[in-house]
């Protein structure tokens, strides 16, 4: 078990001293990125105190209640300081009282269990009593539902996130939030098993590190990707263009009749040009080509029932390969992915079930009968 203890406070450091030092040499001062950098440092620092702190006073030889005395004391900031890393990720920085109150107020709890427990046992910390043993079941107790709590906001907010994409591109581009979906999926496991797995020893304990010490591993590496990748300012772009529509839709009356006849006629022209077949198209492109402003385009998409951008031209987009697969049946997927401006062939036949219930090669034989 030292042998574990000692790997981790070696990974735990190198993986700060990335964070802190190597980061902020590949990326740009993008505001939310060094925050959650930050947020991220302190919690695999943190970590690295903790595995230090056993390995140092051999807390696991003294007996399961010493270890898990520490365990609770760090695991807990440690899991809300990486939730509160990917929140600042999802919200561009941005943070309420309700995201890292409830994590405070467990830690003080928490706390506040295990003193009560040692005056009330009379006895030396690291002593172990029945008293203690109860008060570190309550307190996993509380840090299961603040984890809890945690995963159900971040996942709100990549649903969010995930709609101001296809709002904003012509494709679904979840695969930019896989990773964060991933992070949170490894992180609510590892976190919520936590209190079950401190309680063990021997050889289950030891796979459960390595799980643990891959999954911290995973997030990390994962955030420094996104961080240097063009994914971040893709996703930038995302939310600025929801907040720009937000502003518009509350500061401007409905849209008028007028309006609507207007964007409709320059959709029609820049569809008959075949410019939404051309992929990698952003909602703000396609409003600089039609010559109507960005927040009109999305408000005529919303009030024709069209939904969002990218589902609009995703439709658009199978219509065209359905027609051309009824003239040049010949063709490849590749060919038609290209020509209807799908980014690869595989997304095509992906997109093509979803909408239409049939393969590519299923609706050609619907043809030919």
């Not at 049939?358 to 034989?365: D, K, N």
Request: glycine share 4%; hydrophobic share 45%.
């Amino acid at each position: 078990m030292e042998l574990t203890q000692f790997s981790a406070i070696v990974l735990m450091t190198l993986l700060t001293l990335a964070l802190v030092f190597l980061l902020p040499k590949w990326t740009t001062s993008d505001p939310a990125i060094n925050r959650s950098r930050r947020l991220i440092a302190c919690a695999t620092g943190l970590l690295a105190i903790h595995f230090l702190l056993q390995f140092t006073f051999h807390l696991r030889a003294m007996g399961v209640t010493q270890a898990v005395m520490l365990n609770l004391l760090m695991f807990v900031p440690c899991s809300f300081l990486f939730y509160l890393a990917m929140v600042s990720l999802l919200r561009r920085g941005k943070f309420y009282h309700r995201d890292w109150l409830p994590g405070l107020v467990t830690w003080f709890i928490v706390i506040g269990l295990l003193v009560t427990a040692h005056i009330m046992d009379g006895e030396s910390w690291l002593a172990g009593s029945v008293e203690m043993h109860w008060a570190e079941i309550g307190c996993s107790m509380m840090y299961i539902l603040i984890l809890i709590h945690f995963t159900y906001l971040n996942f709100r907010e990549i649903r969010r996130l995930r709609r101001q994409l296809k709002d904003y591109y012509d494709q679904d581009r979840t695969d930019m939030l896989l990773w964060m979906k991933n992070s949170i999926l490894f992180l609510a496991s590892i976190a919520v098993t936590v209190p079950v797995f401190i309680y063990v020893t021997g050889w289950p304990l030891a796979v459960y590190a390595i799980i643990f010490f891959s999954c911290i591993f995973y997030l990390v590496f994962s955030f420094v990707c996104y961080a240097v990748s063009n994914n971040s300012r893709m996703v930038l772009e995302a939310e600025r263009n929801a907040e720009e529509s937000d502003a518009h839709e509350s500061s401007l009356p409905a849209m008028s009749q007028s309006d609507q006849k207007r964007v409709s006629d320059a959709v029609k022209r820049w569809l008959a040009d075949g410019k939404h077949l051309r992929n990698g198209i952003t909602v703000q492109q396609a409003a600089d080509e039609m010559h109507v402003p960005r927040y009109q385009l999305t408000a005529w998409l919303k009030v024709t029932e069209r939904d969002q951008f990218s589902s609009w031209l995703t439709g658009l987009r199978i219509e065209e390969a359905k027609c051309q697969m009824q003239i040049h049946p010949e063709w490849s997927n590749d060919v038609i992915a290209e020509h209807c401006g799908f980014g690869s062939r595989t997304y095509f036949q992906t997109v093509f079930r979803k909408y239409t219930g049939l393969t590519p090669s299923g609706y050609l034989e619907t043809i030919k009968n």
